[in-house]
T-cell receptor, first 111, second 114 residues
């Protein structure tokens, strides 16, 4: 019973924007939406997180739907170094603090 | 500032052997976690430690034990390794177990059990 639904894979051209979607219909009102990415043979790396409002940082932007059932990670100009598996995650109300990861979206970036 | 470090990077074990995976963080975080990642899958929580002196089971604790040695270090022990424990193991830490907390991950330990 997947908590999040993401496309298995996406492709982008270098220097173009990328919009990575995620559905998280069972998220509660107080659960943050976190995005991590995992480069080959490395541990997951924090990208961005938010609760209700759209968020921006130096790596990306996060657009959260008004009903919070979906969100979109936006990479404004994809580079070859952005090729990774991107995970949309949350702790879904758990008290343990751990994040529940799905299979993520594998992003390929073409030169 | 090394962040989260893990040793060893890679290990091969025979069925029935034991080993301890080491994890340390230098960010003064209170909470630490052990996850495993199987091919093509997301991460699953094995054990976590909300604060120094406490440990609790996660989603897949069977076959593992943990020790929160001090605030910096959190080790994972396999007492009798099985082929089903072949996986990549990631340690993570965060300031607390609060919902908005960012987790910082180590580079992983790749374990092969024959």
């Amino acid at each position: 019973d997947a908590k999040t639904t993401q496309p298995n894979s996406m492709e982008s051209n270098e220097e173009e924007p990328v919009h990575l979607p995620c559905n998280h219909s069972t998220i509660s009102g107080t659960d943050y939406i976190h995005w991590y990415r995992q480069l080959p043979s490395q541990g997951p790396e924090y990208v961005i997180h938010g609760l209700t409002s759209n968020v921006n940082n130096r790596m990306a932007s996060l657009a959260i739907a008004e009903d919070r059932k979906s969100s979109t990670l936006i990479l404004h100009r994809a580079t070859l170094r952005d090729a990774a598996v991107y995970y949309c995650t949350s702790n879904y109300g758990g008290s343990q603090g751990n994040l529940i990861f799905g299979k993520g979206t594998k992003l390929s970036v073409k030169p | 500032n090394a962040g989260v470090t893990q040793t060893p990077k890679f290990q091969v074990l025979k069925t029935g052997q034991s080993m301890t995976l080491q994890c340390a963080q230098d960010m003064n975080h209170n909470s630490m976690y052990w996850y495993r990642q199987d091919p093509g899958m997301g991460l699953r929580l094995i054990y976590y430690s909300a604060s120094e002196g406490t440990t609790d089971k996660g989603e897949v604790p069977n076959g593992y034990n943990v020790s929160r040695l001090n605030k910096r270090e959190f080790s994972l022990r396999l007492e009798s390794a099985a082929p089903s424990q072949t996986s990549v193991y990631f340690c993570a830490s965060s300031f607390s177990t609060g919902r908005g907390e960012t987790q910082y991950f180590g580079p992983g330990t790749r374990l092969l059990v024959l």
